[in-house]
Structure formats: structure tokens, C-alpha cells
């Protein structure tokens, strides 16, 4: 029981698709990236709440305007020397749409980071189930080679005894042996592939790791995809559309009045007299109203309206081509499960006709140029059988990319 269990314990688990979409998932820069973009965006969100909170400050001013031998500058101006210790107020009065309208553009942006994030992620999946279906691929097939060169090395053993015995040529039994080994080339051939494929996939997953494990068989299905309306690629037109209709609303409020409030109180005296009675406040109000400006607001709003028909025709152009490409895979789905259909049916039949040369090998009736031939159409038409397989998963995973 004890060699049981170590045997059970040393024997490699198979990884599956979801553990590599994961890894994935968890080690991309990129998508770690939007995140923390996102972040910055509400960090600058409380950056302009608190832009327009009162603002205090503290100043200070020394100077001293020496009059040497009747040189230097007019004390009329200067005082002969001043000293200014403030504390200074000032609040800018905003309308509570004007920030509304700032704070909308930034979630309108981190919406945007948020979808955009969703697309490279799609985007991850794909490229990630993709190289892993590749993979998957190359060990069905290897998986194959070797199953066929145990049915050669069989065959070949009892071809060897009977050619010894004068049932059969000695080229019959070269010719044999030739197709045998060029099948353990391509075996090997199928193991460098396997390694390096295996190998892009743990690269394109983040993972650090030489060895390789068996892959589980990915089991993907067409998942239903969702009304285009609600896709996350058409999504970014819908947050362009308000992003624009954000910047027109900026736009109308920075031409209107703006009102500022200001106030210092502190010490600030020349000294000139009674310097210890300077010290005080002022307060005051400061209006802007824009008047004229050479008619920019025009001119901005003219740019928003030509990006919305920019919007507008990217828009119109996604949701044909949209719809043209999910029809296009659907119809090579249905082609492809028609074609390994038909491959199967012609599997059934060389397995026969290899059954029934093997059984004439054995009385020393088949001939080996049949039997190599025979053997020949059914390798290819497994390997054809595993690379529609492969293809039609393919074409599953490019048709639930747009499931999101």
C-alpha cells in the first residue's frame, strides 16, 4: 500500500485550462497597470475637492532699501525697508454642477480604464486558450505516434521471424522497418514541438517553470454571447458619447463668471511709523466675466461635434463587422464538425483494412507494401482527425471572445 501510495503521489497531475487563464490573469502587468490607473484617477478626484476648499497660507517678506550718501532708491517707494508676516485666505466660489461635471470626467475615465481592462483581458484569455488548445494539440498527436510505433514495433517482430522463415522478402521486412522508423522520427519531432509549445504557454501565463505536465482536455463549449448593446467592445462607444457630452458641459461652465473670495491678516509695516500699531487684515472680491475671446468656445465645441461623427461612423463600422465575423465562425464551426465527421467514417474504415492485413501478416498472405499504405492512410487521417479537432476549438475560442 505504502509503494502504491508513493507511486500515486509521484505521478504528475494534469494541468488544466483554467489554471493557466488564471496565472494568467494574476501575473499581466497590463491589467495590473489599468488597476492602479484607475486608483489614481480617484486619488485625483479628492485632489480637485480639495482644490476648491479654502486655501491658507503663510508669507513673509523682509526688505531693506539702504540710502548710502544720498544714493539708492526713492524712499518714497521703498519706504527705506518693509516687513510683511500674512496669513492669506482665498476660496474660489464653483457651482455644484461645475464639479459635478470634473468629477464625472473622471469616472467617465476610469470607466473607460475599467472596460478597456476588460477587452486586454478578453484579449489575455484568447491568446493564453489559444497556445493552450495549440498544446493540447501536439500531445494528441504525440500521444498518437506513440500508440501507432508499440502497433509497428508488434508488427515488426513477427514480420522479422517470419521473413527467417522465407514467408517473406528481406525488402519486404526493409520496407517495413523504413516506415517504422521514419514514424519514430516523426515522434520525436512531435516531442520538440510539444516542449516548445508547452513552453510558450507557461510564458504567455507569467509562469516560471521548465518542466511539463500532462494538459487536461480543455472541454470548451460556444457560450452565449451577449446583445451587442451590452458587449463591453461596444460599451467604449457609449462611454465616448458621454466623455464628449462631458466636455461640452466644461466647456460651457469656464465661460462663465467666476468669483473669488480672498483675506489676509497679519503684521506688515515699513517701520516708518508707529510699527508697532501695523498690524491688521484686508478682505476683498475678485470677478471675472468673460467677454470675448476671439469666439475659442465656438471653435471647441465645432471639435467635439466633428469627433462625435468620428465616434458615430467607428461605431456603425464595429457593429457590421461584428456581426459579419460572428457568422463567418459560426459557419466554419459547422463545416469543421462536418468534415470531422466524414474523417471519422474513413478512421472506422483503415482501421479495418490495417485489422485485415495484420491477420494475413500472420498466415503470411498480406502484402507489406498494402500493409505500409494501409498504415500510412491512417496516421494521416488520425493526425487530419487532431488538427480539425484542434481547429475547431480554435474557432470556439475566437467565437467566445466576444461573449463579454
Known amino acids: 500500500m505504502l509503494c502504491i501510495g508513493f507511486g500515486l503521489a509521484a505521478t504528475p497531475q494534469p494541468k488544466s485550462l483554467e489554471y493557466f487563464i488564471q496565472a494568467g490573469l494574476q501575473n499581466s502587468p497590463l491589467l495590473k497597470d489599468y488597476n492602479n490607473q484607475v486608483l489614481i484617477n480617484q486619488l485625483d478626484s479628492q485632489r480637485i475637492r480639495a482644490t476648491y476648499k479654502p486655501q491658507v497660507n503663510g508669507t513673509s517678506v523682509s526688505l531693506y532699501a539702504p540710502v548710502i550718501r544720498g544714493y539708492g532708491y526713492d524712499g518714497a517707494i521703498t519706504n527705506g525697508g518693509q516687513f510683511t508676516a500674512l496669513v492669506g485666505f482665498n476660496q474660489t ?85 523504413v516506415t517504422r522508423q521514419q514514424q519514430e522520427l516523426s515522434v520525436r519531432q512531435l516531442e520538440i514541438q510539444l516542449q516548445n509549445d508547452y513552453a510558450t504557454l507557461n510564458y504567455l501565463s507569467g509562469i516560471v517553470d521548465t518542466s511539463q505536465a500532462v494538459l487536461a482536455d480543455p472541454a470548451i463549449g460556444i457560450q452565449a454571447l451577449p446583445d451587442i448593446s451590452q458587449s463591453v467592445y461596444f460599451r467604449k462607444f457609449m462611454l465616448d458619447s458621454l466623455q464628449l457630452s462631458n466636455s461640452r458641459s466644461l466647456i460651457d461652465y469656464n465661460y462663465k463668471p467666476k468669483v473669488n473670495l480672498f483675506a489676509d491678516a497679519g503684521y506688515n509695516s515699513s517701520f516708518a511709523y508707529r510699527a508697532y500699531r501695523n498690524f491688521g487684515t484686508s478682505f476683498g472680491v475678485s470677478i471675472i466675466v468673460p467677454i470675448y475671446d476671439g469666439h475659442q468656445k465656438k471653435i471647441q465645441q465645432s471639435k467635439l461635434s466633428v469627433s462625435e461623427r468620428t465616434r458615430l461612423a467607428y461605431r456603425d463600422f464595429y457593429k457590421k463587422q461584428y456581426s459579419q465575423q460572428v457568422a463567418q465562425l459560426l459557419q466554419q464551426l459547422h463545416q469543421t464538425n462536418l468534415l470531422i465527421g466524414e474523417i471519422d467514417h474513413q478512421i472506422k474504415y483503415a482501421e479495418g483494412l490495417i485489422n485485415v492485413n495484420i491477420k494475413l501478416l500472420e498466415t503470411g498472405d498480406a502484402k507489406i507494401a498494402d500493409l505500409v499504405i494501409a498504415i500510412n492512410n491512417y496516421m494521416n487521417a488520425k493526425n487530419l482527425l487532431t488538427q480539425n479537432n484542434s481547429g475547431r476549438l480554435q474557432i470556439i475560442n475566437q467565437i467566445n471572445y466576444w461573449n463579454r
Request: aromatic share 10%; net charge positive; no cysteine.
Open 93 to 177: 466660489l464653483v457651482g455644484r454642477k461645475y464639479l459635478d461635471a470634473q468629477f464625472g470626467n473622471l469616472q467617465i475615465l476610469s470607466q473607460a480604464l475599467q472596460n478597456t481592462a476588460s477587452i486586454s483581458e478578453q484579449d489575455l484569455k484568447r491568446t493564453i486558450i489559444a497556445q493552450y488548445i495549440t498544446a493540447y494539440g501536439d500531445a494528441q498527436e504525440l500521444k498518437f505516434g506513440r500508440e501507432v510505433n508499440t502497433l509497428l514495433r508488434k508488427e515488426e517482430d513477427l514480420l522479422k521471424a517470419l521473413t527467417k522463415s522465407n514467408v517473406y522478402r528481406q525488402t519486404d521486412y526493409l520496407t517495413f522497418l
